[in-house]
C-alpha cells in the first residue's frame, strides 16, 4: 500500500465503520440483553411469547400465539419452535415489527438480544471520533503461536468473567520498544485483541479492539494502530464485551483509531 493509498483507504474504512454501527440494526440498535437462566417464566420483558431453554440444552424453544405478532422466516408465527443461535441480527429468524429478536448462545447459556431501530442510541448518534490518521502508527509485526491455545479467565463488561481464547503473541515496535499484545486468531487466519494503553479512559475509551490481517508464512503481519476500533459495548450497555487480558496493557499513548462515541 502506498503513502498515498493509505490514508484515503482509511478515510474509506471510517466511513464503512459510521454506516456499519448506525444501521437500522447495528449495534446503536442493541436495547436488551435477556438471559433466560434469569427468566424461569420464560417471559421476556417487552418481548412477546415465551422463551425458555429447550430440555436437551442444545436449543430455545419458543412458544407464540397468533396475537403475539411474531413473524418467523419471514412469515407470521403461531406454535412452538426450535431456536439456534443466529449470529448476528442480519441473520435473526424471528422478527417483532421491526425489532429483531436475536437468540444468542455463549459458553452454554442461552440470551434473547433486541436490535430496535427506534433504539434512543441511534437517534443520538452523532458520529464515532477518532485521533487523525497517522502513518506512523502502522507498524511491521511478528506472530508467534502458541504451542497449544489458550484459554484465560478475564472480566467483561456486564460484570460476569469468562474465558477468553488466546492464540498467540503479536509483537512490534513502538516509541522505541517492542510491545507484546496476546491475540485470538479468527476462522480467517486474522489476528484479534483487546487491549489498553496510556489514553484509555483518558482521551479514548477504557479500552479498544485491534484485528490485523492474517500473517504470512513466516508470522510477519502489517499492524495498523489507526484501525483500533471501539468495542460493541461502547455503542450500547448491553454487549457483553471482555476486558484485555493479563499482559495486554501497553505502556505508551496510542494516539490512533476510534476515540469515543459521540452524540447529539
Known sequence: M????????????RELRHA???????????????????????????????????????????????????????????GEVRLTA???????????GARRLVVLRREGRWAVRVFDPAAPARREFAGVDAFAYDGRWTRPGRYRPYERARTVLVGNADGRERGLSLAGELS????????????????DGALWAVFADA??????????F??????DAAGRVEVDLNRAVLPPCAFADHFICPFPPPGNVLLVAVEAGERAVLTR
Open 86 to 96: 443466529d449470529g448476528s441480527p442480519a441473520a435473526a429468524r424471528t422478527v417483532h
Open 199 to 208: 489514553t484509555s479512559g483518558v482521551s479514548s475509551y477504557r479500552f479498544r
Open 210 to 215: 485491534l484485528r490485523t490481517p492474517a500473517p
Open 172 to 187: 512490534f515496535e513502538l516509541a522505541g520498544e517492542v510491545r507484546v499484545l496476546r491475540v485470538g486468531e479468527e476462522t
Open 2 to 13: 502506498s503513502t498515498t493509498d493509505a490514508p484515503r483507504q482509511w478515510t474509506e474504512w
Open 20 to 78: 456499519t454501527v448506525s444501521a437500522p440494526h447495528g449495534p446503536l440498535a442493541l436495547t436488551a440483553t435477556h438471559w433466560l437462566a434469569d427468566r424461569p417464566g420464560g417471559r421476556l420483558p417487552d418481548v412477546p411469547g415465551r422463551w425458555a431453554e429447550a430440555l436437551s440444552g442444545d436449543a430455545v424453544l419458543l412458544t407464540a400465539a397468533p396475537e403475539d405478532g411474531l413473524r418467523l422466516d419471514g412469515e407470521p408465527f403461531a
